[in-house]
């Protein structure tokens, strides 16, 4: 296996021929694919899969490249199903096809909150190109990324009216779904789709999600913050739901809500900041308080999330030119954001939210710890499981389905998940094989403890998809017997736990839920332990 310490790791704007050498070099003899680590993945296609949409055709009038704009973005939707002839870079060239036949927008410019960003952020490559209309590869990547997050709102948001029970919709699906970290515990600087990919996060990794998904359904979520002398550290509160003129408190790390009086609804921000006994609810007792303070609500900074792409005039050209169900939101205007929120009682200005921007200048130089982390979190990735070809991929091309809510069918999330799963027979039969050479043995324990991990996040995420199809028993079973029995001290622990409480609360088993959301440890524990309270607690409404 190529050591990767030894390759260059350079920031995924970069688009020379040393940085895509170094991607491909990076799957090693473990795939096939050309995987974009830290962006995302260009799924393969199995045999058998079905081919992908017609190419228009036609002269260059403009009903003929409003088909080229929809065969780019049907594409992108599909990109599970597409062979090697339809990479992101043949979106990115139908792309660039389509744009050239546009006009532009009149008098458009860089949002004027672009220029608060500090002078290094301001040298990032894709912060340089905002104003072009030619598509970048990165540009294919950051769309693909924003289709999961449209097919993710899509089937979690429901089909509720109400902005507010939209937004907890999707941040119910994110915490279900965003196994919590331990700040450090990576030295991978994640975005949005490698957070969705691998299915864990940090705090502000679980924000980022929600702020995007909701972005999706046309909601608007910032980021709430102490202010600060220096409008570039700033130190971070809470995300919030910005609607009817109000924000509305979501805890990334209790994994819920802030809740309202009394237990009910969604705190907003005038509300815990004048009444703190609303968060010291969220006490657990005198040694465990909950760390937030009304105090810390009276006077805060809200920061919108603006990556790159969602800033540029050939974002918003796209945009506006997509209808129906092609329809993806594409760009935010920060400085209008930024009228309401300043109408908002208790926010003292806005800002640029800076995390995506400290992460991408964390890729530029990393370091060779770096390096090897990511080559590791993609190895499961991309084996090919029977009856598949080796390199073909199966929890890659699961994993997507599985994002974009294609869970049934004999190529569908499920399918796949299940292809994934090499049986203890299979593993020790790859073990006992006496053609292998003793020099060769340290290799082939490393394949098999790479397909043990597969196996493992097939086997919780199949947990995952049963959930979200109501199919309860079988959510226990995944949860419960072949992750939390299988593997004890596994990966997925603290997700299973949390996911079977959940999966029992369903039920109506509140003493079973209960004893799921006391056990054990992990980040969430103090946000378990209060679900577990007020399950018990039949006057009290939980969040």
């Known amino acids: 296996m190529p050591s990767p310490k030894n390759a260059g790791f350079t920031h995924p704007t970069d688009n020379s021929s040393t940085s895509r050498a170094f991607w491909r070099r990076l799957a090693g003899p473990f795939g096939g694919c050309l995987l974009l680590v830290l962006a995302i993945a260009i799924g ?34 599909g990109m ?42 301001k040298k990032l490559p894709n912060l340089q190109t905002l104003v072009e209309l030619e598509f970048a590869p990165i540009d294919g990547t950051d769309l693909r990324q924003i289709i999961w997050l449209r097919e993710v709102s899509e089937h979690s948001a429901g089909t509720e009216n109400d902005p507010l029970i939209r937004a907890t919709k999707l941040f119910d699906w994110t915490v279900r779904n965003i196994q919590l970290t331990a700040p450090g515990s990576t030295p991978v600087p994640h975005v949005p789709a490698d957070i969705l990919l691998f299915g864990r996060g940090q705090a502000n990794d679980r924000a980022w999600v929600f702020m995007l998904l909701a972005r999706q359904q046309g909601l608007d979520v910032v980021m709430l913050a102490r202010p600060g002398s220096d409008p570039a550290k700033v130190s971070e509160l809470l995300p919030a739901l910005l609607s009817d003129g109000k924000l509305y408190l979501f805890d990334p790390t209790l994994g819920m809500p802030i809740p309202g009086p009394g237990g009910k609804g969604v705190a907003t921000l005038d509300e815990v900041a004048k009444d703190d006994s609303l968060l010291r609810r969220l006490d657990l007792d005198a040694e465990h308080p909950y760390p937030l303070k009304a105090s810390d609500f009276q006077q805060v900074v809200a920061l919108v999330e603006a990556s790159p792409l969602y800033l540029s005039q050939r974002a918003r050209l796209v945009e506006a030119a997509l209808a129906g169900k092609q329809q993806l939101a594409l760009s935010v205007q920060p400085s209008k954001l930024a009228e309401r929120l300043k109408t908002v009682a208790n926010v003292q200005s806005v800002g640029l939210w800076p995390i995506p921007y400290e992460r991408f200048l964390k890729r530029i130089v990393p370091d060779g710890k770096m390096v090897q982390a990511a080559f590791d979190e993609l190895r499961p990735f991309q084996i090919g499981m029977p009856p598949f070809p080796p390199d073909a991929g199966t929890l890659m091309r699961a994993r997507v389905l599985h994002l974009l809510g294609n869970y049934t069918g004999t190529e569908g999330a499920i399918a796949m998940y299940q292809h994934s799963r090499p049986s203890q027979r299979q593993l020790q039969e790859i073990l006992d094989d006496k053609r292998v050479q003793p020099q060769q043995r340290p290799q082939l324990q490393a394949v098999v403890d790479v397909l043990n991990t597969t196996k493992e996040d097939a086997s919780y995420w199949l947990g995952l998809v049963a959930f979200e ?75």
Do not use: M
């Open 44 to 77: 393969c296609r199995p045999q058998g899969s079905s081919s992908p949409p017609s190419r228009p055709t036609g002269t260059n009038t403009a009903g003929s490249n409003n088909d080229v704009l929809n065969y780019a973005i049907d594409v992108l939707r």
């Open 80 to 121: 599970e199903d597409t062979g090697k002839s339809d990479t992101l870079d043949s979106v990115v060239a139908r792309l660039n096809q389509w744009v050239k036949a546009q006009p532009g927008l009149p008098d458009w410019k860089p949002d004027p909150l672009v220029g608060t960003l500090p002078a290094d952020v």
């Open 469 to 543: 199809r109501g199919d309860y028993e079988t959510a226990i079973d995944y949860f419960k017997k072949r992750t939390l029995d299988a593997s004890p001290k596994g990966p997925w622990t603290a997700g299973a736990r949390y996911n079977l409480g959940r999966t029992y609360e369903a039920q109506g088993k509140t003493a079973e839920a209960v004893g799921q959301f006391e056990a054990g440890q992990s980040p969430q524990r103090h946000g378990n332990l209060l679900r577990a309270r007020w399950l018990k607690e039949p006057s009290e409404k939980k969040p």
